[in-house]
């Protein structure tokens, strides 16, 4: 039995994305976040870290979204429905598959973390001193190595309808959810093939079916 450990507003959505795409039965224990929107304790039982998501099949514990689609594919996608026939797309397909979480999202996390420390609770003359921080950090730090990013998923969608090429794998069910957390923190609408990226997402049959399934869908608020 494949049970998917999911963390509500979390990475864990993706799983039920590429489960739901294989067309595997899996069950989902549910867990939610506590008031600092950190994980429970319990999750730590099932894997060291405490963090979503984790996949067990039939006792074999696996963690990291991308570790997780790789053993999907790995044993359950001989016909290569999540991933690229061509060599050339295997190349992009890999690239993004590492590029989600090696690149991208800490630079997003890291803007989430900017934008909600000045409306933590602090005495009062602290705040603007944290305000101007943050926001300093994210102009002079942040931006400069996210704009590229932005503009090189831009660039690669304006070629083809997919990141690893004309058919979809799980190197675009990784990017989804830094895409969707994107779309939070900056006018995605500047970026036409970014928004028609996001738009393929939510109206791909499968990732409905893991929404329906699922409950609370998409990153964090800020
Ligand atoms: N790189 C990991 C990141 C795992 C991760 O940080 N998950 C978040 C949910 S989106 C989490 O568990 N956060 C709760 C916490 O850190 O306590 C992956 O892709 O699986």
Redesign the pocket.
Known sequence: MITLHH?E????Q?IAWALESLGLEYEIKRYK??S?????ES?KKVHA??????LDDDGIVI??????LEYLCDRYDDEKRLRPVSAEDMLSYRYWMHF??GSL?PLL?MTLIFSKVPKQPMPFFVRPIAKGLCGKIQENFVNPRLQPMIELVEDTLSQQTWLAGERMTTADI?MS?PVQALARAVEVDKFPNIQRFLNQVEDNEFYIKAKERVGAFG??AS
């Open positions: 963390l507003n979390s990475r864990s993706r976040r506590d600092s929107s950190a994980a429970p999750l870290l405490g963090k979503a998501p984790v963690a990291e979204s991308g570790a997780i989600s979480e999202m996390v990784q959810f990153p964090l």
